[in-house]
């Protein structure tokens, strides 16, 4: 009996992505010797159509290193809308602020001012597992009452920053 071959379906290759063509970069500086035609001939380019050296600048590490940012203060207590629509504050008020620091666990000094005195002071850390936080002060204080005041915080390092609020007793 005579060997017959069956056709064999093959696969067709698949498809290659084609690949965008290779463009050699070159710096602004050559592109511009070229544009002025500096590079194209023997001939020397004329002094105002050479590139320029141009200065550049190494960042300075140490300003953004320790970099914090304030975002508010509140003033946090019992509180009404009294008769000239302006939010007062009745018995013992504390502070609270939110800030950003440059990394998780950043260490930073602080103080606590109230109407001119320091109210308290400390040192503490980001939380280890973001860069920002919201804190307040543990410590209350309470005013007499129909009195304005104000209170600010201040970042006292690793730079000082301060942010703050006004209140009214009522």
């Known amino acids: 009996m005579p060997k017959v071959e069956t056709p064999r379906t093959e696969a067709a290759p698949a498809a290659r992505p084609r690949r965008k063509p290779r463009i050699p970069l070159i710096s602004t500086a050559v592109a511009a010797s070229v544009t002025a035609g500096v ?13 320029q050296p141009v200065a550049v600048q190494a960042p300075n590490k140490t300003k953004t290193a320790g970099s914090f940012s304030l975002a508010y203060v509140r003033v946090a207590g019992a509180s009404r809308i009294n008769q000239a629509g302006v939010t007062c504050y009745y018995g013992p008020v504390s502070f609270g602020i939110g800030l950003d620091g ?21 040192t503490r850390r980001l939380p280890s597992y973001g ?8 410590k209350q204080v309470k005013m007499d009452l129909g009195t304005a005041h104000k209170v600010v915080f201040q970042l006292t390092s690793p730079q000082r920053r301060s942010k703050s609020a006004k209140w009214v007793m009522c």
């Open 39 to 51: 590079l194209v001939g023997n001939a020397p380019a004329p002094a105002h159509l050479a590139p």
């Open 102 to 122: 440059p990394k998780p666990g950043a260490k930073f000094s602080y103080r606590w001012i109230v109407d001119g005195k320091v109210f308290k002071k400390g």
């Open 131 to 138: 860069r920002s936080d919201y804190f307040g002060s543990k």
